[in-house]
């Protein structure tokens, strides 16, 4: 997996179903982590939020927020999901 520059790389990646990496940012493709933290996922042609804000580190905290505004989200809450449109 290439390590990309940024974690906005990381998060458009997971939105085109990419891998990317920006240190412990990771998109699998199907799945993005900060660190071990599972924030989304991809399910039946939807993406499903996994994790709820507030982040529990600061540099997580900024991986969430590469990842809602990637997506056009006011705030990250678990268990929304919404059609991969983009």
């Known amino acids: ?3 990309t520059r940024t974690p906005y790389h990381v998060a458009e990646a997971f ?3 990419e891998p990317a990496q920006a240190g412990a940012f990771v998109s699998h493709g199907d799945t993005i982590y900060s660190y ?3 924030l989304a996922h991809r399910h039946n042609g939807e993406i499903e939020i996994d ?3 507030p982040a529990p580190s600061v ?3 900024r991986h969430m927020n590469a990842l809602k505004l990637t997506l056009g989200l006011g705030k990250l809450r ?3 999901r919404f059609r991969n449109d983009f």
């Open 15 to 17: 939105v085109r179903g």
């Open 36 to 38: 071990a933290l599972k």
């Open 78 to 80: 678990a268990g929304e």
């Open 1 to 3: 997996m290439a390590s």
């Open 51 to 53: 994790a709820s804000e």
């Open 59 to 61: 540099t997580t905290a």
